[in-house]
């Protein structure tokens, strides 16, 4: 199929925080085990993207108005490797702008934001390329998880608001591998608002990045147990989430980011990546959620960098003692303040 005229729209899509992590993929970007994360609504991307006829496939990246060639050559690869699923990619040129709400050089992760938005486009604009109009917003986002799965797979859950799953449960047989859905449903009314506070520890540069460590999981030895461990917490997360079951969440939540950490440090080769200021961060937020009882718990990227939990409800008291306590281990005493959000948006051109 050939393009006959141009094509252009533009997204802001959030980024997410995983509460069961992906870590583990097979074949064509599917996982290894399902996941749930929130979505996020300070750190997102903004994409702008003009599709015009041309010879063959190329792209052009502006990040925040300058050229980035590294960006540049992992979407060509990627648009590359969809022209099965949209053949008019053969034959097109793709110019795109993109903003990060936060900075660049932070260290949190900008693919999930940044992908999904890449795949919001491209949906939108296939559909004005077949003239299609879906009859509803279930199927827009559906498809759009899906081509976000292909870039990168936890962008799969960033178009959805709230509280996203992705992957097959082999518990309840719920969820596809193919693209994630909305699991806010039910969900208990503490969780509404929830707040992430995400300490920036250390900005470096990963020393192993996410695709490298999913690689790494097909020899760890403790894989299939992990696996075995996401299916359950998967599910026992839902119920203490429908419950308001704080104890509960705030084991699994926990749980998760350590054993994430634990897999790297197990693979072959072993890597670390959490800092000593990670581990002082943890055990002051342990120490703080006992002496006051407060429901605040943490999780982790795949990098040094805490997310830290709590009801909107406590914020007052937690801000309080994070400014002074969790602010000074901060990288230049940062701190990006962020909480669930709404989901992608369709920015007006
Ligand atoms: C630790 O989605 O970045 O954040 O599919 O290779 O792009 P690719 O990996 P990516 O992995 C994210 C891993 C994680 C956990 C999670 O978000 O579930």
């Known amino acids: 199929m050939i393009l006959k005229q141009s094509y252009s729209t533009a997204w802001k899509s959030p980024s ?25 609504s300070e750190a997102y991307s903004t994409l702008v993207m003009k599709i015009s006829p041309a010879d063959s496939l190329s792209c052009q990246l502006e990040f925040h108005g300058k050229r980035e060639s590294a960006f540049e050559e992992r979407i060509l690869g990627f648009l590359d490797s969809i022209k099965d699923v949209y053949p008019w990619l053969e034959r097109a040129s793709v110019d795109m702008s993109s903003t990060n709400s936060f900075p660049h050089s932070a260290g949190i992760a900008s693919s999930a934001s940044a992908m999904s938005a890449l795949a919001l486009c491209l949906v939108d604009i296939d559909q004005q390329i077949q003239h299609q109009t879906w009859k509803d917003s279930d199927n827009f986002r559906q ?17 959805y608001p709230f509280l996203a799953r992705w992957g097959i449960s082999t518990i309840s047989k719920k969820g596809s591998n193919d693209y994630a859905d909305y699991a806010g449903e039910g969900i208990h009314s503490i969780f509404s608002n929830y707040k992430n506070s995400i300490l920036i520890l250390s900005s470096a540069t990963k020393s192993v990045s996410s695709s490298a460590g999913h690689r790494l999981m097909k020899g760890n030895r403790f894989a299939d147990e992990r696996f075995k461990q996401a299916n359950e917490n998967l599910d026992q997360l839902l119920l203490a989430m429908c419950q308001g079951d704080m104890s509960s969440f705030i084991r699994i939540v926990e749980e998760e980011a350590l054993t994430l950490h634990a897999l790297m440090m197990t693979s072959n080769p072993s890597y670390i990546l959490m800092e000593p200021q990670t581990i002082e961060a943890i055990r002051a937020i342990r120490a703080f959620r006992e002496e006051k009882e407060i ?15 709590y009801p909107a409800s406590y914020s007052d008291q937690v801000d309080i003692w994070r400014d002074a306590v969790l602010r000074p281990l901060c990288e230049g005493g940062r701190i990006i303040e962020d909480h669930v959000g709404q989901g992608p948006q369709r920015i007006t051109l």
Not at 147 to 159: P, Q, T
Not at 299 to 309: F, K, Q, V, W, Y
Request: charged share 15%.
């Open 16 to 40: 997410n925080i995983a509460l069961v992590k992906y870590w583990g993929k097979f074949g064509r970007q599917f996982p290894s085990n399902p996941s749930i994360s929130f979505t996020l």
């Open 143 to 159: 498809r759009s998880s899906e081509i976000a799965r292909l870039a990168s797979g936890s962008a799969a859950r960033s178009v």
């Open 295 to 309: 429901p605040v718990c943490f999780t982790l990227d795949a990098g040094p960098n805490i997310h830290m939990l």
